[in-house]
């Protein structure tokens, strides 16, 4: 199981849900609800709603359930789906994914996937910004 808001996508969030996907056989990913996506980033947030941000994680292949979540974390994820392992991105390290706890009580391995980050999702808004106010000074 991986777990995320997956707001604006770029090639983190694809290169984290490959090697979460590679860790089993089936691979769920939570998705954080609108709601609760305000409550983690603030009124701005997110970009797009939960319905366009579902219809992009279901077109990537290595997705195969997708499971929405109000709450703060996952635990409760954790705690229903009882998966092998929980992927994190690796703007976490394994001791301070919030989840750790409940996962060390289920017997839940805690794995960090994908390549170290390069992008997220506020940087690359600040660099759409930055381009465009360019722009339009130039114009």
């Not at 954080?32 to 970009?47: C, E, Q, R, V, Y």
Request: glycine share 8%; net charge negative.
């Amino acid at each position: 199981m991986a777990n995320g808001i997956f707001d604006v996508l770029h090639g983190g969030h694809i290169s984290y849900l490959e090697d979460a996907r590679a860790r089993g056989n089936i691979l769920f990913v939570g998705v954080n609800s609108d709601a609760s996506t305000k409550a983690l980033k603030g009124p701005a947030k997110p970009i797009f709603p939960l319905s366009e941000r579902i219809e992009l994680l279901n077109a990537i292949r290595y997705v195969d359930h997708l499971v929405v979540f109000n709450e703060m974390t996952c635990e409760n994820l954790l705690r229903t789906l009882r998966p092998d392992t929980h992927a994190k991105g690796t703007d976490y390290t394994i001791e301070a994914v919030p989840e750790r706890d409940v996962a060390i009580e289920l017997g839940i391995e805690t794995y960090i996937a994908g390549p170290p980050k390069e992008n997220a999702s506020r940087g690359v808004i600040a660099m759409i910004i930055d381009r465009y106010s360019k722009q339009a000074t130039l114009q």
